[in-house]
């Protein structure tokens, strides 16, 4: 198969993991979850010390681990914080990244943070799933997620403007999930044909 890169992003609950399911299955690319990787890597010794380091109250002394939901909690109150925390992690995840492409370079890469980070520059075609504010609410409401919370998560990406601008397709998902499908079929079929 001929090697190809498609990054999917877009802000939490906008059909991202969707859309990357549905490529690799339909289109027989290699799925990369970017948030499967940061969990794995959240694993590793030096990581761990890193985040224990700048983030003590998200340490299981006990258990030598990092509590995910704790530091969740601390970074989407803070955007200084989550910035602290994308710099331990994405030099890591990054890495494992580029041994997956290695491995598999028809990927289709789902990562929140694609266009934070280099690894847009490597995709032969960027996509960002545009979903309205009110519909990302009510889906974060279907996961149990409290208002306060979503809030603080909505907040921390509300640059998101700006990032679709950067992408090669946007993909809107506000209608049903039969239209969604619809509309990645067609962006599918265009970018394929161009290349």
């Known amino acids: 198969m001929t090697p190809f890169l498609i990054g999917i992003t877009?802000?939490?609950a906008s059909g991202k993991s969707v859309a990357a399911g549905y490529?690799?299955?339909?289109?027989?690319?290699?799925?990369?979850?970017?948030?499967?990787?940061?969990h794995q890597i959240l694993e590793e010794p030096l990581?761990?010390?890193?985040?224990?380091?700048?983030?003590?109250?998200?340490?299981?002394v006990t258990l030598n681990s990092i509590r995910r939901d704790i530091l969740s909690d601390i970074v989407f109150h803070d955007t200084k914080l989550l910035h602290v925390l994308q710099s331990i992690t994405w030099t890591a995840i990054l890495a494992k990244i580029h041994q997956e492409i290695e491995q598999y370079p028809r990927s289709v890469i789902e990562a929140i943070g694609l266009f934070q980070s280099s690894l847009y520059k490597q995709c032969d075609c960027t996509v960002?799933?545009?979903?309205?504010?009110?519909?990302?609410?009510?889906?974060?409401?279907?996961?149990?997620?409290?208002?306060?919370?979503?809030?603080?998560i909505l907040n921390s990406q509300k640059d998101h403007a700006s990032l679709v601008s950067l992408a090669d397709i946007v993909i809107p998902n506000n209608t049903t999930l039969s239209d969604f499908m619809d509309r990645i079929d067609t962006a599918m079929k265009k970018v394929l044909s161009d290349y």
């Open 23 to 38: 490529i690799s299955e339909a289109y027989h690319f290699h799925l990369i979850d970017a948030d499967t990787v940061g």
């Open 128 to 152: 960002y799933i545009d979903c309205t504010s009110e519909n990302i609410q009510k889906r974060l409401q279907l996961r149990g997620i409290s208002d306060g919370k979503m809030q603080k």
């Open 47 to 60: 990581v761990i010390k890193d985040i224990a380091h700048h983030f003590p109250s998200a340490f299981n």
């Open 10 to 12: 877009g802000r939490i």
